[in-house]
């Protein structure tokens, strides 16, 4: 190949690589996902920083879309809203008096989960892949 194609197909290739990948967080696949930090939060008191299962939240939970559903391994929870637009998808729900969010980043698959309810929050930050 001669040189002076290699760099626009090398730059061609680059651009299409991300819109190859962005299909596995769009909403299209079954995600499995595992929060890595968890940041508890009660008014007056200052926020405490830890590992998920501290908070009582999951090591793994499943994103299934087509079922609009969070499965974890004790309950399975309804996703109530899903809005995507060209950079996240948010989903929103509610399980046992606590409303919950979850941002998840289209591009990357990393997420953020929320749950609060009268007496606190809880903010979860995470990583999807596709099962």
């Known amino acids: 190949m001669k040189k002076w194609m290699q760099l626009p197909l090398a730059?061609?290739?680059?651009?299409?690589?991300?819109?190859?990948?962005?299909?596995?967080?769009?909403?299209?696949?079954?995600?499995?996902?595992?929060?890595v930090q968890?940041?508890?939060?009660?008014?007056?008191?200052?926020?405490?920083?830890?590992?998920?299962?501290?908070?009582?939240?999951?090591?793994?939970?499943?994103?299934?879309?087509?079922?609009?559903?969070?499965v974890g391994p004790k309950r399975i929870t309804p996703i109530r809203t899903m809005e995507l637009d060209e950079k996240q998808i948010l989903l929103q729900g509610t399980e046992l008096g606590v409303g919950w969010s979850l941002a998840l980043n289209i591009a990357d698959g990393k997420m953020v989960g929320t749950m609060s309810?009268?007496?606190?929050?809880?903010?979860?930050?995470?990583?999807?892949?596709?099962?």
Not at 13 to 35: E, H, N, R, Y
């Open 11 to 35: 730059a061609m290739i680059g651009a299409l690589a991300p819109a190859v990948f962005a299909g596995d967080f769009d909403g299209s696949k079954t995600l499995i996902c595992a929060p």
């Open 117 to 131: 309810n009268r007496d606190g929050a809880f903010v979860l930050f995470g990583s999807c892949t596709p099962l």
């Open 38 to 70: 968890a940041i508890a939060c009660h008014a007056g008191e200052a926020c405490e920083t830890g590992m998920p299962d501290e908070v009582g939240a999951p090591s793994f939970l499943r994103i299934d879309f087509a079922k609009k559903a969070i």
